[in-house]
């Protein structure tokens, strides 16, 4: 049968429309150690951070997002894989001696997106094992606190003259601190060479309430600040060589921190200021302003990358859920929990949490919590501790140091009334009741997600 002109020409653009649509980008944008609160657009006065200023305005700021584990290579593990510590194999650090690596039955967000067409770069901090899991189309040498090196590198991968959509995981080495030594934090201008670094005065800085209020604290946070905004000039940079790549309308943007600051009380803990951290969205076609109320974790960046691009059933093999469907709502139903896991920092720091966050109250289980608490190195040999080791100091902040040290089997926190976690409700008879549920209901999570830790422990109450 002879088809008609009209319909062969209707079929012929048919078949080009996919050709012909826009394509569908991500950026996932990682800076390294920085609190949830240390961004003017979560509140701060002080720290100047006008770039992700600008894009919080754009997009959704997630208020209550969570890094799941407050270290460096696990919580990478769990952005490109959504799946929890526990359960992908990266159970510590990567490098050196710590060796740790994916379960050979776990696949990366790069492969998954490698597979539908796209082409991967990872410019910046690696921490990630093993490497043929994260097939990358562009090799990056750029410094990971080089911002003009790491741009520049971004917009050649941008530029590429290659058909496929891109994936670019921009891993910035700001605010990690730069040693062990003295205050060890600043931002040398050797290490971005032409960036003209911002000081902050340790006088106008109020210390955070997890840490003490003395002047080798607030210095420390006066260096820490410096590298925030360094961090920040270079998402500057990064947007605005994707803005000259004509890239800018049709790429999904994600910023978050690894995890927060790696100081007493954060980095390798369960507590606030280790595990909650900094979380935007701006996606193409949505509105900007957005401040949403879901509880929301890292295993949702994966299965929110691949909904953006377009693959079928984004959440399957995760244990998270893609963010796109929430995007334009403040108080979505059915976001009100996550679960966090943590295992070591090290491979010599090795104690094993799992905790469950809801909107007031928050549960952490400590397995192995006849053990003293074995700080992060990077937390151990910092002028910070062990100037309390040195002067035999009682408290750290709000806590007592035997407090920080020797923990309880569980701890039960009221956020409302106790958001520093200091006050153990889990001895208290009036919360017996909601102890026994929110235990039941994280051994419940921890089944569903696969936890072999469970083969051995049990929360009792």
Not at 338 to 351: G, R, T
């Amino acid at each position: 049968m002879k088809l008609p002109p009209l319909f062969l020409a209707l079929a012929f653009f048919a078949g080009l429309a996919p050709a012909m649509a826009s394509p569908r980008n991500l950026l996932l944008v990682v800076t390294d150690n920085q609190n949830w609160f240390d961004l003017g657009c979560y509140g701060n006065p002080i720290v100047k951070t006008p770039h992700l200023d600008a894009l919080a305005s754009e997009g959704t700021r997630f208020r209550q997002a969570f890094a799941t584990v407050a270290s460096c290579s696990a919580s990478r593990a769990v952005i490109f894989t959504g799946l929890l510590t526990h359960r992908n194999g990266q159970y510590a650090h990567t490098p050196a001696e710590h060796n740790q690596r994916l379960r050979e039955d776990v696949t990366t967000v790069f492969s998954k997106l490698a597979d539908a067409g796209y082409r991967n770069a990872l410019i910046g901090k690696t921490h990630i094992a093993p490497l043929e899991k994260y097939p990358l189309h562009f090799e990056s040498k750029a410094g990971s606190k080089d911002i003009g090196a790491m741009a520049k590198d971004a917009a050649a991968f941008f530029s590429q003259a290659d058909p496929r959509p891109f994936f670019l995981a921009y891993c910035l080495g700001d605010p990690h601190p730069n040693g062990r030594d003295g205050v060890a934090w600043g931002a040398p201008e050797t290490q971005s060479p032409g960036y003209e670094p911002v000081s902050y005065d340790p006088e106008s800085i109020k210390d955070p309430g997890f840490l003490p209020d003395t002047p080798e604290v607030r210095e420390q946070i006066a260096a820490y600040y410096s590298q925030v905004t360094r961090a920040d000039a270079g998402v500057g940079l990064l947007l605005e060589e994707l803005r000259k790549s004509s890239h800018e309308e049709d790429t999904l943007v994600i910023f978050v921190s690894d995890h927060g600051t790696s100081e007493p009380g954060a980095m390798g803990t369960q507590y606030e200021p280790g595990v909650r951290a900094p979380f935007l969205v701006r996606c193409p076609g949505r509105k900007g302003g957005v401040v949403s109320e879901a509880l929301v974790a890292f295993t949702d960046i994966t299965p929110t990358l691949l909904d953006w691009a377009g693959v079928a059933d984004p959440a399957k093999g995760t244990h998270g859920r893609s963010l796109l469907p929430i995007l334009e709502e403040t108080s979505p139903p059915g976001w009100d929990e996550v679960v966090l896991s943590h295992v070591a920092h090290e491979i010599y720091s090795y104690y094993p949490m799992r905790t469950l966050r809801q909107r007031r109250y928050k549960l952490i289980w400590n397995l192995t919590y006849g053990a003293e608490y074995p700080l992060p190195v990077d937390t151990f040999q910092r002028r910070l501790w062990s100037g309390i080791r040195e002067r035999g100091d009682q408290t750290i902040g709000p806590r007592t140091v035997d407090q920080f040290l020797h923990r309880p089997k569980l701890e039960l926190y009221d956020l409302e009334e106790d958001p520093w976690e200091v006050r153990n409700l889990a001895d208290r008879p009036e919360h017996a009741d909601r102890l026994r549920s929110m235990s039941e209901r994280l051994v419940k999570r921890l089944e569903e997600t696969g936890d072999p830790w469970l083969l051995k422990y049990r929360p009792e109450w």
